[in-house]
């Protein structure tokens, strides 16, 4: 089994530290790590620190730091623009597409999403939205923290397509499956839009057509808003190397 991971703000150097604050309660009272046990620390920048534990307080840890490194992060870079979906299904999207290695995800106000962040009420489904990321790492053993972006109106969307070396768009009506559509090697930005629950409006798809984005398919049904995003990554995870 693979160590647990547990994310802080900055990695200790080799040598001893003290692992405290929420994660070495959660470390000491819910994971009962003891001594002799191994973890890892992680920034969520591509730092991590191989520890073991030397001793368990009530609520910290004393570690011996062994190994301090980075990993870069994957290449390319997969942006998920996700309309707003209605009820926790945003936040199952956002957990599940954490899971899959997702780099970027973008909720978008779609015309015909039902759900509607305004206010207070948007500012708490964000930061579910980023405490569901944050968590999702930690359980996949994620080094690289996925980025939650601000509420995007369509024509912030159109802006982010523009700047993509590949951008494409999950339409029922499209005729080419991603699994096949062309792909330029040695893309560093990919990015992926999927509709809400009563589809992407003819103009919404124009704008992102107009910036250069590709209808495509996933295949002969119809997924939901919440598990399209992580179907299609898991596609471009496969064609681009990054699950490899």
Known sequence: MTDPVFLIAELPAVGPAVLDGPEGRHAALVRRLGPGETLLLADGAGGR??????????????????????????????TVVQALPKGDRGEAAVEM???????VVVPWSAS???TRWKEARGDKALARWRSTAREAAKQSRRLWLPEIADLASTADVRKILTSMDAAF????DAVEPLAVTALATGLTSVALVVGPEGGIAPDELDAFVAAGA???????????TSTAGVAALAVVNTRTGRWT
Do not use: F, K, N, Y
């Open 49 to 78: 620190a191989s520890c073991v534990v030397v001793a368990a307080e009530r609520d910290s840890l004393r570690l011996d730091v062994r190994v301090v490194e980075r990993v870069p992060r994957p290449s390319p870079v997969v």
């Open 97 to 103: 597409m954490t899971e899959a290695g997702v780099d």
């Open 112 to 114: 015909r999403s039902i």
């Open 169 to 172: 768009v999950l339409h029922e």
């Open 214 to 224: 590709v209808p495509v398919r996933l295949g002969p049904t119809v997924l939901r």
